[in-house]
């Protein structure tokens, strides 16, 4: 069976902290997103990698960063944390056709 | 860029009512999938569409992909509570290696009335 794990289900940070999401997967996959849900807008996606050390912008990358330096681990970084950045973090792999979604990050930026 | 579009936003239904999301895309995806968030949850895969007006069923659940490869739906016969929860469209662009970007639809919520 899949997984994806992040590790924090709740994080709540204040503005301009450096916050770090880590997202694992244990299938081997090399092909690695970070996506935001926010009411009403859906899933966006942020950076995705398609190997290590590989990283493309996905729709909206300002204010984040990625690294993905061993291929099961893929990280979200916020340099400054903003209270826009209060959001569901989703982190996912793909195997296959589909996207194996981690069970998601609620972050809260006060 | 691409957008993916779909409505509608929310739709409550009586149990035992159908239910239809629609999807359209701006341009012509090679694929499109569609996932189901249950409220809490994350989001799952339900179904990869390929071909240019394939038709999918699962159980009680209905999916097209037109002919043009830029539409889609899901069509729920008879929903019942366990179908509650939102239901994304993502639509796939191009093929092969490097192309595994989805854009998703915003997704359409379902709430049921026993």
């Known amino acids: 069976d899949v997984k994806v794990t992040q590790s924090s289900r709740y994080l709540v940070k204040r503005t301009g902290e450096k916050v770090f999401l880590e997202c694992v997967q244990d299938?081997?996959?090399?092909?690695m997103f970070w996506y935001r849900q926010d009411p009403g807008l859906g899933l966006r996606l942020i950076y995705f990698?398609?190997?290590?050390?590989?990283?493309e912008k996905g729709d909206i990358p300002e204010g984040y960063s990625v690294s993905r330096e061993k291929k099961e681990r893929f990280s979200l970084i916020l340099e400054s944390a903003s209270t826009n950045q209060t959001s569901m973090y989703l982190c996912a792999s793909i195997g296959g056709a589909e996207q194996y979604f981690g069970p998601g990050t609620r972050l809260t930026v006060t | 860029g691409q957008q993916v579009m779909q409505i509608p936003q929310y739709q409550h239904v009586q149990e035992g009512e159908d239910f239809t999301t629609y999807c359209n895309s701006s341009?012509?995806?090679?694929?499109i999938q569609w996932y189901k968030q249950r409220p809490g949850g994350h989001p799952v895969f339900l179904i990869q569409l390929v071909k240019s007006g394939e038709v999918k069923k699962q159980k009680r659940l209905t999916f097209q992909f037109g002919e043009a490869k830029k539409n889609s739906s899901l069509h729920i016969t008879a929903t019942q509570t366990t179908d509650v929860g939102t239901y994304f469209c993502a639509g796939r662009k191009g093929f092969g290696a490097g192309s595994y970007q989805l854009t998703f639809g915003k997704g359409t919520k379902l709430s049921v009335i026993p």
């Open positions: 990698s398609y190997d290590v050390k590989m990283k």
């Open positions: 341009t012509t995806l090679s694929n």
């Open positions: 299938m081997d996959h090399e092909n």
